[in-house]
Every structure is written in structure tokens, then in C-alpha cells.
């Protein structure tokens, strides 16, 4: 079966470029071409039974000697990587899955990255599994049994590229356009906000629910949470406030008042359950709940009433000052439907490996969110920075009053805005087939771009993962060893594009915890080591060459985990068409100042850079002059690392832009 020159079933076996991908590929699969014109690099594979039912499981072929990562449910509510090279290392419910193809033994082969996406077609939707025989199949099913089909065509979208960032982007696109269901992030916008509060969210345990006798014969189970039902809209008792009448007024309204009346809050959201609550919402009458869930009874407003619930809800919220919702537990409509179709310690490495590598896939068509840590905890510092590179809003679930400033400082400018990356996170290209927080002896590295320059994060996640024998998180090894790693500035995938057509591949690289400052030739890296729960963040500004003698590359905000992004704006204007007078730094510093004295101008560097702080930039010679806001200001130099200091003040706008001018 030829779908196009880039993917074919050949002699049984599933081919992508001429390389193969599965073997003993099953008689009934059907491959569809993807969307698009010209050559074909994707195409939807379907399949067709002799039997109608609401649950298939198709082979589709045998997977071998092929590295892959794939991201997969392991609770009902989160993912988690696996990594692997035959088909029985693919975990139950894979939502993604990545394969490299290429000759060991031929060091001028190209890569193939083939990136496999299971989908929703009709009312049913697909997931991707293993078995003992190396067989990769697709599980379909509709989740009721009144619900059947016999087969279907676009269950799984199959891509393939050289790089697999972008395979990964183009496929999303390609599914976009065939399912026109939802948006790719990159058509999305999204409000950014930060702490000092600008953007509040009240979590879970502002609402009125059921309090349930205690059984001392009850087992606690993970997920019993869904037990607890709704009793009210309105907030509990914990919120309720007395007016100077004695009478009753909305504690939330007042919460929300205070909140940006008296705390410059812009916006404020609520957390909420899709289902009302963890367990739905309790019965008031027979006829408006109905039990779905066999284990703890979800209480679910009748499909005929849920606008009205939903109407009633919000519309109150709205009468607080609320702005927006958090809608949480919405998989668990995946369990409901009859008729419709539908179906420690330990987690702070594993939150880290698990955000990056989910990012590779849900990065694509939303804003991952990394999720809330405390500021005032042992491994605060560890999840802020993976924050910092992963593209994600800032928040934090501190217990007002307790909070480490100095650590928020490092995220959020005073403004309340945070320099965040553009990208969602996501593992660098030698970390997509290893798992850096299983294997003992690697450290993960997640990379992300500013505007102008590129930034690694390096971390030591080992120690604990998923464990598939026994279903849970465990700790594999108590005393993970202190790791070496490197980085490099291809290391940034984007990099080329971030530095322009004009780079000759040298960076200057700016290590946040150390505070080192090192300028790296083309190709080179840097080593790393860190104990587990440590990491480094690493930002490559390219070097920009303004004469054979002169070379200049801005950092930006030294004291922020994101400090190169900061600088949103660089420009260099030549001033003097003579020739400069040749210093390459190797000189003394009594030789510098003079030569600093008596230099004419040879180039101007303008920056805009927003926040404020201590900012830094490379120089190979010291500049002649700097200013801040057309005002003239002092700089530091430092000979050896061509460091080059200024103090910027805190700016009376929001999101101020200093101009920063630097001649040089």
C-alpha cells in the first residue's frame, strides 16, 4: 500500500523514508493520507473488523530495535514518560509516542523522527499499547456498550521529519486542520500574570461540601477524593463574613475586594470541579443527580439541567468579582455517558521529568502549566527555575505569610510580570530517548528561547518514577550519586533561528547559580555536575562580531532565573567609518583605561530590556560609555570575563522597557 513517496506498507513492513518502521503490519490496517499537498510526510492509519462492538484492540505491526519515548497515562488525571525499543515496553493508555530511526553503523545516515498521535473519531477515541509479542496496538473504545462500530479510518496520525521538535508541530498542525476541534498554541493567547499578586487563583476548599462521618474501617485509597460531593455554589463557612448588623454577607466578595482594591490584584479565579466537586454534586431531589461511577458514586447534574447549574454558579461568582474559572477534573468525563459514548518526596524529580516531557506533546496546541510549588520549601529553589525555563505562568500555594521573597524575587519583577520564556519546555534533543530520571546516570536537560538568546535548565531528577509492576510512584534509589553532564548551545534547537543569518555559532554562556561568565567557540560545551534535587540554568546569548576586534553579546537581568529574558530588543549602529584601534583584551588594566580615555566611538549597542536589577553584558573591550534612559551611569568591567555590570532602576510603568545605549 503506497500512500506516498515517504510512507508506504512495503512487503508487510510500515516505511517511512526508506527506513521501516514496524514490521508484520496486519492485513486490515488502512493507511489514509494526511492533509496537504506535494509530497506526503503524514497519513491517518485506520482499521476495519469483522465484528461490531464498542472495544476493539488492533495490531497494527511488530516495533523493534527502535528507540522510542512515549508520554502516558498512569493515573486518570496525569502522565508520565517511558522509554524503550520493542513494542512491549509501550505502556497501557499511551496518548504520544516518538521514534528514532536510524543506521549505527553509518555516521552520515539521516535520523527519522516518526511521531504517532491516537485520536478521537466519532465516539470513540483511540490510545496506543503494547504486548508480549513486540505488537503495537490501538485500543478503541467508546466507553458504553450500546455504542459500537466496526472500524475506523483516522484513529492515529502518523508523522515524520529529520527534527523532532518540529515533526512533533507539524503533526499537530496536521491534525488541527483535519479534526478543526482546536487551535494551535501558537493562535492562541493567554493573560500572563505573576506574584506579587496580579493574578489570583482561590483553590480548592472555598466551597461548600458534604462532611462525612469517619469510618475507622474505611481504607483511604488514592483518588477517594472523589467521594466528596457538592452541597452549595456559594463559599463555606470559612469565607463567611458578619456585617457591623450582624447580618450575613458574601465572604468571597469581600475576599475578592480586598484583592484588588488593596493589593493591586487584577484578576481573580476560582477553582472548581467540571462535576461541581471531586465527587460531583449531592442529591437534592431524585430526579437531578445520577450516580455514574461503579467506586464512589459521582453525583452528575442531569444533562438536561447542567447549563442551569453551570448559569447559577458562575453567574454568582460573577456577583463576587470573579473573573475566571479553573476547571479541573475534566477527564473525569471520560467516565460517564451511558448512551453518548465517552468512556512525598518522591514527586519532586518526577514533577520536574514529567512536565517537560508531557510539554513535547501538550506543548503543541496549549500553555502547559507547571503547576503550583512553595516558596518557603527545601526544594523551592529546584522548581522555581524549572518554572523559569518552562514557559509557564508563575503561582505559587504558599500559606499566606509564609513566603520566601528573596526566592519570588528571582521570578517576578516588581510590576507583578515574570520574564517568561516563549516555548513551552521541553527535553533536549539527547534527552528524548534516555529517561533522565530513571537510568542512574544521566541529568536532564530541558531547553527554551527568549527573544533574542537561548536557555538550557539542567537538573538531577533521579531517584524515583512510575513503577509499572507495582502501579505507583516509588523511590528506586534512596541516594541517587552526584552526576556529570554538558551543554552546548545546539543544545537549543532553535538557536540558529533566535541568532540570525549572520552568526558564526560562538556564544557567550552565563551560568545562573555559579554567576559564571565563559565565551564558547562554535561547537563547544560546558560541563555540569549536580547532586540530586540540584540544577543549573545556562544561557547562550550568540556573539555578536561588530568588528574583527570588537565583540559584544547582553545577558540581561543577572539575578533573575530567566535573566536573558529580560532583553527584548538589540541593535548595533556603527558610528565611525575608521578603523578602530586593534585591543583584544589581553592587556593590563592601566593600558585599558587609557586606551578607554582615548578611543573614539566605533559602534553604538542599543538594548531595550524590561525589569530592573543588576544588569550584565559581554564586551571583549571595555566600553567607552553606558546610559539608562538617555542619562549617562556608571558600569563595572571585569578584564578577565569581559563582564560588563550596570544597575537599572525599578521603572515607575508596567512593563517598562529601558533603553540601555553602550559604545563601544
Known amino acids: 500500500m503506497m500512500v506516498g513517496p515517504r510512507i508506504c506498507i512495503n512487503d508487510g513492513n510500515l516505511v517511512v523514508h526508506g527506513k521501516k518502521i514496524l514490521s508484520r503490519v496486519a492485513d486490515n490496517i488502512v493507511l489514509t493520507p494526511g492533509p ?41 488525571w496525569w502522565m508520565t514518560q517511558r522509554m524503550g525499543t520493542c513494542g512491549k515496553d509501550v505502556p497501557l493508555e499511551t496518548q504520544f509516542m516518538l521514534t528514532e530511526s536510524k543506521e549505527e553503523d553509518d555516521l552520515n ?23 508480549d509479542k513486540n505488537e503495537i496496538e490501538i485500543c478503541l473504545e467508546g466507553g458504553d456498550n450500546v455504542v459500537e462500530t466496526n472500524r475506523g479510518l483516522y484513529l492515529v496520525y502518523m508523522h515524520s521529519r529529520t527534527n523532532p521538535f518540529e515533526v512533533i508541530n507539524q503533526a499537530v498542525k496536521a491534525v488541527e486542520k483535519h479534526m478543526q476541534t482546536f487551535l494551535h498554541r501558537e493562535k492562541k493567547k493567554s493573560i500572563r500574570g505573576g506574584t506579587p499578586p496580579r493574578f ?26 472523589f467521594a466528596t460531593r457538592l452541597t452549595g455554589i456559594k463559599e463555606n463557612a470559612k469565607f463567611q463574613k458578619n456585617s457591623q448588623n450582624n447580618e450575613q454577607i458574601s465572604g468571597l466578595k469581600h475576599v475578592v475586594d480586598e484583592a484588588k482594591q488593596h493589593h493591586n490584584v487584577k484578576y481573580v479565579y476560582v477553582w472548581h470541579a467540571l462535576a461541581g466537586y471531586w465527587g460531583g454534586v449531592k ?4 430526579d437531578i443527580v445520577m450516580d455514574s461511577l461503579a467506586v464512589h458514586g459521582l453525583g452528575l447534574v442531569h444533562p438536561k439541567k447542567v447549563f442551569n447549574f453551570y448559569n447559577e454558579l458562575h453567574a454568582y461568582l460573577a456577583s463576587c468579582g470573579v473573573d475566571g474559572v479553573k476547571v479541573n477534573i475534566q477527564n473525569i468525563i471520560e467516565t460517564l455517558g451511558a448512551g453518548h459514548g465517552g468512556r512525598d518526596p518522591a514527586s519532586h524529580t518526577i514533577h520536574i521529568s514529567s512536565m517537560a516531557y508531557s510539554g513535547l506533546f501538550l506543548g503543541k496546541f496549549m500553555q502547559p502549566d507547571w503547576d503550583m510549588f512553595h516558596s518557603l520549601h527545601p526544594t523551592a529553589e529546584y522548581h522555581a527555575a524549572a518554572h523559569a525555563i518552562g514557559g509557564c505562568a508563575i503561582y505559587v500555594s504558599d500559606k499566606p505569610g509564609n513566603h520566601n521573597f528573596e526566592l519570588l524575587k528571582k521570578l517576578v519583577l516588581p510590576d507583578g510580570s515574570v520574564l517568561r520564556a516563549l516555548l513551552p519546555g521541553r527535553p533536549t534533543l539527547d534527552c528524548l530517548f534516555v529517561d533522565r530520571a530513571r537510568d542512574g546516570i544521566s541529568l536532564l536537560k530541558i531547553w527554551n528561547v527568549n527573544k533574542c538568546y537561548g536557555v538550557v535548565g539542567v537538573f538531577n531528577c533521579q531517584g524515583a518514577g512510575w513503577c509499572k509492576i507495582t502501579k505507583k510512584t516509588c523511590i528506586h534509589d534512596a541516594s541517587p550519586g552526584t552526576l556529570t553532564g554538558s551543554v552546548c548551545a545546539k543544545d537549543v534547537d532553535s538557536i540558529t533561528q533566535v541568532a540570525g543569518p549572520y552568526w558564526k555559532g560562538e556564544t557567550v554562556v552565563y551560568a545562573h547559580r555559579s554567576g559564571d561568565v565563559l565565551r564558547l567557540p562554535k561547537g563547544a560545551s560546558v560541563p555540569v555536575t549536580l547532586k ?5 540554568l545556562f544561557h547562550f546569548c550568540p556573539v555578536k562580531e561588530i568588528t574583527t576586534s570588537i565583540s559584544f553579546a547582553p545577558i540581561g537581568l543577572l539575578e533573575m532565573f530567566n535573566s536573558s529574558g529580560a532583553v527584548e530588543q538589540f541593535e548595533v549602529q556603527m558610528t565611525s567609518d575608521e578603523k578602530p584601534e586593534l585591543y583584544d583584551g589581553e592587556v593590563s588594566s592601566e593600558l585599558t583605561t587609557s586606551l578607554s580615555d582615548n578611543r573614539s566611538s566605533t559602534a553604538t549597542i542599543t538594548l531595550k530590556v524590561r525589569g530592573c536589577g543588576r544588569f550584565g553584558a559581554y564586551c571583549s573591550q571595555r566600553p567607552l560609555k553606558c546610559s539608562v534612559g538617555n542619562a549617562e551611569t556608571d558600569f563595572n568591567y571585569d578584564l578577565d570575563t569581559g563582564l560588563v555590570t550596570l544597575a537599572l532602576p525599578v521603572p515607575l510603568e508596567e512593563m517598562y522597557r529601558w533603553p540601555i545605549e553602550i559604545q563601544v
Open 109 to 131: 545516515d539521516i535520523t527519522i523522527y516518526t511521531v504517532f498521535l491516537p485520536l478521537l473519531e466519532g465516539q470513540f477515541h483511540a490510545v496506543l499499547q503494547g504486548n
Open 283 to 286: 442529591p437534592v431531589t431524585a
Open 36 to 76: 496537504g499537498v506535494g509530497l506526503v510526510a503524514g497519513t491517518f492509519i485506520g482499521a476495519t473488523a469483522s465484528d461490531t462492538k464498542s472495544l476493539h484492540v488492533f495490531s497494527i505491526g511488530v516495533l523493534e530495535g527502535l528507540r522510542f519515548m512515549c508520554c502516558f497515562r498512569f493515573k486518570l
Open 532 to 536: 540530586v534535587l540540584e540544577y543549573e
Open 200 to 225: 489570583f487563583i482561590i483553590d480548592d476548599g472555598w466551597q461548600q461540601i458534604e462532611n462525612k462521618p469517619k469510618d475507622t474501617d474505611y481504607v483511604i485509597q488514592e483518588g477517594a477524593q
